[in-house]
């Protein structure tokens, strides 16, 4: 053989292990990683080949990167829409707002056949990304369908044999729940029955968005899928969609069989749509943990068994760390920690933040991640002691939450300060990676009754200052440890100065950073 035909060989070679490669990867799909700056180390939001597109263009390139889009002011530019389709309480909205990577540059349009559920979208709406179209069901074709609703709450009432109030309702009842002479709507509930108009889905897909834009499509709509679906594959209307999430209603009284309903799952899987569970109400989805996979180093201290509430020692010296446990008033934090930044000495401070402060507070969050340690107390302030007592997705929920709203500033936290604490709380925790904190001392103290009107409440500033300093002095004074302050208390700001001043010149302690505390 010649040597220009060995190359020509060569290049054949070349050409057909390159189109091997790409059509391996058309199945396996890319990883694309969001990359965070953070303090003290380089962290990574994580997302899977569930965010390519189906069907023929999967794998293919054209929809790598969409996921990293911001919104644009340009509208010829690619878009991202969510598309929740069986609202209900606006729970999905919730959990999508509050958790999914890059929410805040979808635009959601809701899908919901009851009326009496709008408010309940009221609070999303203002943000001209949410659009709300109640009532209105999705469906194979465009025009008026019988909606069978639940009725309301009322003493003693039993819901398909569980105690709940389900909200929302079905195109496809059964017979009990049909029936205008039942009063109490049958097995659900379902009471009300109401003439609603209904859409396409397939078509108002293709209508409202286009195949550049990325696209989530949410279906749970109690039966109504298996239609929607069918129609979808029929239109090829899976060109346009990104990712499908949703729940199969086997049991619901549709007109169609199993076989008909497991060969459209074998063709939906052909076109490579295969679903993505999506349960609203557990505040959960199955690829919950994959796009939430916030990786954090082995080698942070501290621990995730258990709360770290002191300081090693350093040979014979102790240490103490100052935390800022933030609340939701932004004036007295901003207060506090602009005087603690003010002090003449540079106080290596922590600052744990809900997540809800940040999203209310995003530059200032900001501005205070480039000069101080953040941790995160929750995803919002929930009243004294109900906040550890949640259900294990709540709290899930709330901890990512906050989670998501410091990535989007470029933070990734180790560090947790939680409200309380039990088993379920721990293993939330463990599940997030992220290092639990206590204190030595919190000020004010937690312990009822330290502070009183007549020990402390009832006296000038002046004269509180010794009190406050007093109880920090008794705490830490042989064994250092991990200080405290609550910003929504105004005393915190009060003693700030003073505080600091016996901590650097009077105490035996060394003022350290949390990481070195706990080094």
């Not at 004036?331 to 002090?343: D, G, M, Q, V």
Request: glycine share 8%; with cysteine.
């Amino acid at each position: 053989m010649t040597t220009n035909g060995r190359s020509h060989l060569f290049q054949a070679f070349l050409l057909l292990l390159s189109f091997t490669l790409g059509f391996i990867s058309s199945f396996i799909g890319g990883r694309n990683f969001l990359k965070h700056d953070c303090n003290c180390q380089c962290q990574y939001f994580e997302t899977h080949s569930t965010l390519t597109r189906f069907g023929t263009r999967f794998g293919s390139g054209e929809g790598s990167g969409k996921n990293e889009q911001s919104k644009s002011s340009d509208p010829a530019a690619p878009k991202k829409y969510f598309l929740d389709c069986g609202a209900n309480m606006a729970s999905s909205v919730t959990l999508f707002r509050d958790t999914y990577p890059g929410a805040y540059d979808f635009i959601i349009h809701s899908f919901e056949i009851d009326p009496q559920l709008k408010p309940y979208f009221a609070p999303f709406t203002s943000d001209g990304q949410t659009f709300v179209h109640i009532p209105q069901g999705v469906a194979g074709e465009t025009g008026n369908m019988t909606a069978y609703l639940e009725g309301p709450w009322f003493p003693g009432k039993i819901n398909n044999k569980l105690d709940m109030q389900w909200g929302g309702g079905t195109l496809f009842a059964y017979r009990n729940e049909k029936r205008e002479s039942s009063n109490d709507g049958g097995t659900r509930k379902l009471s009300r029955h109401v003439s609603i108009p209904t859409v396409d889905l397939s078509q108002w897909i293709r209508k409202n968005t286009r195949k550049e834009d990325y696209v989530i499509l949410k279906l749970d709509v109690e039966g109504a899928e298996y239609e929607i679906l069918m129609k979808m594959l029929a239109d090829n209307t899976f060109d346009w969609i990104d990712k499908f999430y949703g729940e199969f209603h086997d049991w619901a009284p549709t007109q169609y069989s199993q076989h008909q309903k497991d060969k459209l799952r074998d063709d939906l899987h052909a076109v490579g749509a295969d679903q993505v569970t999506w349960a609203g109400e557990y505040k959960s989805f199955s690829d919950f943990d994959i796009m939430l996979n916030i990786k954090i180093p082995d080698n942070i201290p501290g621990s995730v068994f258990k709360a770290s509430d002191s300081c090693k020692r350093d040979g014979t010296i102790t240490k103490l760390a100052a935390v800022i446990e933030v609340g939701m008033n932004a004036k007295r934090a901003k207060r506090l920690i602009s005087t603690l930044e003010a002090y003449p000495q540079k106080i290596p401070l922590t600052l744990f933040v809900y997540g809800d402060f940040v999203e209310q507070n995003f530059d200032l969050v900001k501005r205070w991640s480039e000069s101080h340690e953040i941790g995160i107390r929750a995803g919002s302030r929930w009243p004294g002691g109900y906040w550890e007592i949640q259900n294990k997705d709540m709290l899930r929920m709330d901890v990512v939450s906050a989670q998501v709203r410091l990535a989007e500033i470029g933070v990734t936290s180790a560090y947790i300060f939680p409200r309380g604490l039990n088993e379920e709380v721990i293993q939330v925790i463990k599940q997030r990676q992220q290092r639990i904190i206590d204190s030595t001392i919190t000020f004010p103290p937690r312990k009822v009754g330290i502070l009183t009107k007549e020990s402390y409440f009832k006296y000038r500033d002046v004269e509180r200052i010794p009190k406050a300093l007093r109880i920090v002095d008794d705490a830490t004074s042989n064994k250092g440890g991990i200080l405290s302050l609550d910003s929504d208390f105004p005393d915190s700001y009060m003693i700030s100065v003073f505080l600091f001043d016996y901590l650097f010149q009077v105490s035996p302690h060394k003022i350290v950073s949390l990481t070195d505390c706990l080094s």
